[in-house]
């Protein structure tokens, strides 16, 4: 039996990538801002229904450089969830920021806006919400709060690609979006990322850090750092965007066999569909309660595990636990995020998983016991 990973690139042919790239050999022009950039950035532009978009060589950088670009005070404190990958809490404490973790809601896992208030301090400058798994993050009353606060407002979009909240891109709310194109991702470019931004000073301040303060042959005006994207990463982004749709459709049909299949299953909560939203199947995360399924989420990783199967305790641990942050934060604070941390497993989604591995990921975690 063939071993299943919880994702698997997409990649476009060899050929479609081979004629992709064919004129960077006629051009030798292999980075800085090429013309594969300039055309992945305005393809990507009409996908995401944005205005302004900047690319960086992956998600993690858009949101160092995104943080950046609001020359915040250092020590400020930006308000953001810890049920989420390293990347989003690593990018405040990296760009000399403190975060401070806001609890999540037990059914969409997204910040609990109702708990936002009460962290504000006067050192508070953002709020960095995380649309987790793609669900997206309740932005209006988040804009409430930030506007009467006057707070900036970032947002982690790493897993929606694509997605449309009430027909817009989800890039256009806030002050900013940060997407990541990274190989795991519902839509890749290798490794890769994006900012998408509303003033478009933030926009330049992103140039200025992706590309060292640059800003001709004998003036460097912004002390920049190096997150350009690469021609070979944007030529693969532009290769996997011409398929995104028809991508997204196989995930779909992917998706709704594991709601056909779990959804009468005692003790396992199988994943919400937002209303407003046009989502991207990005994940596929069940909660599993032990008491009323009769194992528990370690139980059912570790039974998958022995069968060939790789889902992944996503995410777990919460960042405020991680080993790098200890003694500095308190996960007692956010119980919810920890109570949903301890119980979440995301099983396998990809473009190729075919349904029969569905039914086998299935058969196997209900029957609770080794299968082959
Ligand atoms: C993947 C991811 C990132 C980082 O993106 P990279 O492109 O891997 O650097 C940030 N936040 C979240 C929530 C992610 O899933």
């Keep these: 039996?063939?071993?299943?990973?919880?994702?698997?690139?997409?990649?476009?042919?060899?050929?479609?990538?081979?004629?992709?790239?064919?004129?960077?050999?006629?051009?030798?022009?292999?980075?800085?801002?090429?013309?594969?950039?300039?055309?992945?950035?305005?393809?990507?532009?009409?996908?995401?229904?944005?205005?302004?978009?900047?690319?960086?060589?992956?998600?993690?950088?858009?949101?160092?450089?995104?943080?950046?670009?609001?020359?915040?005070?250092?020590?400020?404190?930006?308000?953001?969830?810890?049920?989420?990958?390293?990347?989003?809490?690593?990018?405040?404490?990296?760009?000399?920021?403190?975060?401070?973790?806001?609890?999540?809601?037990?059914?969409?896992?997204?910040?609990?806006?109702?708990?936002?208030?009460?962290?504000?301090?006067?050192?508070?400058?953002?709020?960095?919400?995380?649309?987790?798994?793609?669900?997206?993050?309740?932005?209006?009353?988040?804009?409430?709060?930030?506007?009467?606060h006057n707070l900036k407002v970032i947002y982690d979009a790493?897993?929606?690609?694509?997605?449309?909240?009430?027909?817009?891109?989800?890039?256009?709310?806030?002050?900013?979006?940060?997407?990541?194109?990274?190989?795991?991702?519902?839509?890749?470019?290798?490794?890769?990322?994006?900012?998408?931004?509303?003033?478009?000073?933030?926009?330049?301040?992103?140039?200025?850090?992706?590309?060292?303060?640059?800003?001709?042959?004998?003036?460097?005006?912004?002390?920049?750092?190096?997150?350009k994207m690469n021609e070979f990463c944007a030529a693969m982004g532009i290769c996997n965007l011409r398929h995104i749709d028809e991508e997204i459709e196989k995930r779909r049909k992917v998706y709704e066999r594991y709601t056909d299949l779990l959804e009468n299953d005692k003790g396992i909560r199988i994943p919400l569909i937002q209303k407003d939203v046009k989502p991207n199947y990005a994940y596929y995360p069940i909660l599993i309660n032990e008491s009323e399924f009769g194992a528990s989420r370690d139980e059912v990783y570790d039974l998958l595990v022995s069968n060939d199967i790789y889902a992944r305790k996503y995410f777990y641990p919460l960042t405020s636990d991680f080993d790098c942050y200890k003694g500095r934060f308190d996960s007692s604070l956010t119980p919810v995020a920890k109570w949903v941390s301890d119980r979440v497993l995301t099983l396998p989604i990809y473009a190729d998983l075919a349904l029969e591995d569905v039914d086998r990921i299935v058969r196997t975690i209900e029957n609770k016991s080794k299968v082959y």
């Design 158 to 227: 790493a897993h929606t690609f694509g997605e449309l909240y009430k027909g817009k891109g989800v890039g256009n709310f806030g002050d900013a979006s940060c997407f990541s194109f990274h190989a795991t991702k519902v839509f890749n470019s290798i490794e890769g990322g994006a900012s998408c931004y509303r003033d478009p000073i933030i926009g330049q301040r992103i140039y200025d850090l992706k590309n060292f303060g640059i800003h001709g042959l004998n003036d460097v005006g912004g002390i920049g750092a190096n997150a």
């Design 1 to 148: 039996m063939s071993k299943i990973y919880v994702t698997k690139s997409s990649m476009p042919s060899i050929e479609e990538y081979i004629l992709e790239i064919e004129n960077i050999w006629e051009s030798h022009w292999l980075t800085n801002m090429g013309e594969k950039h300039r055309q992945f950035q305005n393809h990507l532009k009409d996908y995401l229904r944005v205005d302004n978009i900047e690319l960086l060589i992956n998600g993690h950088m858009a949101l160092e450089m995104t943080l950046q670009a609001f020359d915040f005070p250092a020590g400020s404190e930006v308000i953001t969830t810890p049920f989420t990958f390293a990347s989003t809490t690593h990018a405040i404490v990296r760009t000399g920021l403190t975060p401070v973790f806001c609890d999540i809601n037990k059914d969409d896992y997204l910040i609990d806006c109702s708990k936002i208030e009460e962290l504000i301090t006067d050192k508070t400058v953002a709020i960095l919400p995380v649309h987790v798994y793609g669900y997206i993050c309740n932005v209006e009353e988040i804009d409430r709060i930030a506007q009467k």
